[in-house]
C-alpha cells in the first residue's frame, strides 16, 4: 500500500510537472538479475540466488540554477527504500550544500551503482550488497553500495585550466550502526525502519573525498580520488570504524580502466570473557587485539566492441585480518579472489542483456562458479 | 564439486547470442536526426564518449525532458559531478545536440542563457 502511494505521489508530481512546464525529470531502471550457482546442488546455501529485480524511481527538479531536489525510490531485495530525498543548494561550482537522505561521496564506484549504469549484473566485492556467495560468512563487504543515509554534505568543484579539475566533498552522517557488544557492523540494522532511520549514538559519522581529474589528450583522460569515513557504530559509541579508499580511472575514447581500494579498520567489542568470545587468544603483550582490518580491491577492463556490445573482465577479491569470534567459519586471516568475464548487449531502446561468469576462489571454503544473466534497463 | 549443466548452458548460450548480434554502427544520439548542424554533431559525439563515464548512453535515449531549459540545467549538474570530465565548453555543445535531439531547431532557439 506504502509503495501505491508513493508512486502515486511520484506520478502526480509527473503529472503537474507536464502541465506546468517546469523543470523536471523523471526517470528509472529496472534489472531483473538471475544469479546461477552450477557448483551446487543448492546455490542457497551459498548466497542469495535465482532471480532479483531492482527498479528505482527518480524525479529530479531543478528550480533555477541554484536549487535542485532529488527523490528516488528503489525496490529490491530489502523491499521498498528511499535512495535520494535530498536538497541540492548551489552558491557557486565550488560551494554546494546537499541536506537530506543520500548516498555520501565515497570511491568512484557509488557514481555508477544503478544497475541500469554499470555493466555487470552485480558489484565489486568491496561494494557488494549481498550478491557476493558466501555473504553471511564474510558480513558482507566492506562498504555496502549504495549507502544511503541522512545528513549533510559539502562539496564543490575548481576547475582550473582547459581540462583539470579538483573535486571535493565533506559530510556528516548518521554511519553504520550495530547493538552494544557488536563485532562488526549489522547492516541490517544499518537500514531497517524498526530501529528508525536515525543515528543511533548521537554522534554522526564524517567523512571526506578529494579527486582531481584531467584530460592527457582528447582521447585519454585520467580521475583519481582519496576517500575517508570514520566514526562510532555501536549505541554506546564505545566502538570506533575507520575507511579509507582510493579510486583511480583512465579513459581512453570509450575504453574504460576503472581500480579501487578500500580499507576499514573497525573495534571489536572484547566482552567480560575475550578468551571464550573469540577463536583466537591473546598477542604476546597478553592483550586481545580489539581491532580487524578489512580490505579489498577491484580493477576492470570495460571496452565497448560496438555501440551495442561491451566485453567487460573484473578481478576483485576481498581480505580480513584479525581475530574472529568462536563460532565465526573464517579465520584470523581471510581472502578471497574473484575472477569476471561479462558481456552487456544493447537490444533496444535501452534494453540491455548481461550476462557474466565469475569464478571465486575462497581460502576457507571450497572454491565456486557463479553465472549471472540480467535483463536491463533505464526508461 | 558438482556443475549443473543446464546453468553453465544457457549462459553460454546467452554469451554467444550476445557476440554474433553484436554490430557496429553510428552515434545513436543522431538517430532519428534530420541535418543537424556541426555543433550538433561534435555535441553528440562529446556525449557519447563523456556522459558514459557514469552511465549508459541509454539513459540518455530513454530521458523524458520537459523542456529544452531542463537539458541545460541537467548537463550542468551532471559537469559538476565528481570527476565527469566535461570540459567547461563542452558543456554548452552537449546541451545543443540533446536539445536538438528532444525539441529540433525550436528547442534550439529558446534555449536560455547561452549562444545558439
Known amino acids: 500500500m506504502r509503495v501505491v502511494l508513493i508512486l502515486i505521489s511520484l506520478l502526480g508530481l509527473l503529472g503537474s510537472a ?3 512546464e517546469r523543470d523536471r ?4 531502471s529496472v534489472q531483473l538479475d538471475y544469479l546461477a550457482v552450477p557448483t551446487e546442488d543448492v546455490g542457497r546455501d551459498r548466497g542469495l540466488d535465482g532471480a532479483t529485480v531492482e527498479l528505482s524511481l527518480k524525479l529530479a527538479i531543478d528550480f533555477n540554477d541554484q536549487v535542485s531536489s532529488n527523490v528516488k525510490v528503489c525496490v529490491a531485495c530489502h523491499g521498498l527504500e528511499v535512495g535520494m530525498a535530498f536538497f541540492d543548494l548551489r552558491s557557486s561550482d565550488l560551494l554546494n550544500f546537499r541536506v537530506g537522505r543520500f548516498t555520501p561521496q565515497f570511491g568512484s564506484f557509488p557514481l555508477r551503482h544503478d544497475p541500469a549504469n554499470h555493466r555487470t549484473s552485480d558489484k565489486p566485492l568491496p561494494y557488494d550488497m549481498g550478491r557476493m556467495l558466501r555473504t553471511d560468512e564474510w558480513n558482507m563487504s566492506i562498504l555496502p553500495t549504495p549507502w544511503v543515509d541522512n545528513g549533510v554534505e559539502v562539496s564543490g568543484t575548481k576547475f582550473t585550466g ?13 554511519g553504520p550502526k550495530a547493538s552494544s557488544g557488536a563485532d562488526d ?12 532511520y536515525v543515528d543511533n549514538n548521537s554522534r554522526p559519522s ?21 576517500s575517508g569515513m570514520a566514526g562510532h557504530y555501536d549505541p554506546d559509541n564505545d566502538l570506533s570504524y575507520q575507511i579509507l579508499g582510493a579510486d583511480l580511472q583512465l579513459r581512453f575514447k570509450r575504453i574504460y580502466w576503472r581500480s579501487e581500494y578500500i580499507v576499514r579498520r573497525t573495534e ?18 597478553g592483550e586481545f587485539d580489539p581491532y580487524f582490518i578489512k580490505d579489498g580491491f577491484y580493477t576492470e577492463l570495460e571496452v565497448p566492441l560496438t555501440d551495442d556490445f561491451d566485453v567487460i573482465g573484473r578481478w576483485d577479491g576481498m581480505r580480513r585480518l584479525g581475530n574472529v569470534v568462536a563460532n565465526s567459519p573464517l579465520r584470523s586471516e581471510s581472502a578471497v579472489l574473484r575472477y569476471t568475464a561479462a558481456v552487456a548487449y544493447r537490444l533496444s531502446m535501452g534494453l540491455r542483456i548481461k550476462s557474466s561468469i565469475e569464478f571465486y576462489d575462497f581460502s576457507d571454503f571450497e572454491d565456486e562458479t557463479a553465472l549471472h544473466l540480467a535483463l536491463a534497463g533505464p526508461f | 564439486m558438482t556443475i549443473n549443466s543446464h546453468a553453465l548452458v544457457i549462459a553460454l548460450a546467452a554469451m554467444t547470442s550476445a557476440c554474433s548480434g553484436a554490430q557496429s554502427g553510428g552515434n545513436p544520439l543522431l538517430s532519428g536526426m534530420e541535418n543537424p548542424s ?10 557519447k564518449q563523456k556522459c558514459t563515464r557514469c552511465h549508459t548512453m541509454d539513459q540518455l535515449l530513454a530521458a523524458k525532458i520537459a523542456t529544452p531549459d531542463t537539458w ?31 525539441f529540433g531547431n525550436e528547442g534550439l532557439a529558446t534555449l536560455k542563457g547561452q549562444a545558439k
Do not use: W
Not at chain 1, 582547459?162 to 548518521?174: E, K, N, P, V
Not at chain 1, 564524517?206 to 582519496?226: P, V
Not at chain 2, 556541426?38 to 556525449?47: F, K, N, S
Open chain 1, 18 to 20: 507536464e502541465a506546468e
Open chain 1, 25 to 28: 525529470n523523471f526517470a528509472g
Open chain 1, 162 to 174: 582547459d581540462s583539470t579539475r579538483f573535486d571535493y566533498a565533506l559530510y556528516a552522517i548518521g
Open chain 1, 185 to 196: 557492523f549489522d547492516f541490517i540494522q544499518s537500514r531497517s525502519r524498526d530501529r528508525y
Open chain 1, 206 to 226: 564524517i567523512g571526506a573525498k578529494l579527486g582531481t581529474s584531467f584530460d592527457l589528450t582528447d582521447d585519454l583522460s585520467m580521475a583519481f580520488g582519496l
Open chain 1, 268 to 285: 571489536m567489542a572484547l566482552g567480560e570473557d575475550p578468551s571464550t568470545r573469540f577463536k583466537y587468544g591473546p598477542g604476546a603483550d
Open chain 2, 38 to 47: 556541426e555543433t550538433v554533431l561534435e555535441g553528440c559525439a562529446i556525449a
Open chain 2, 72 to 102: 541545460r540545467l541537467y548537463v550542468h549538474r551532471m559537469r559538476l559531478m565528481p570527476g565527469a570530465g566535461i570540459r567547461e565548453q563542452e558543456e554548452p555543445k552537449i546541451v545543443q545536440c540533446l536539445v536538438y535531439r528532444s
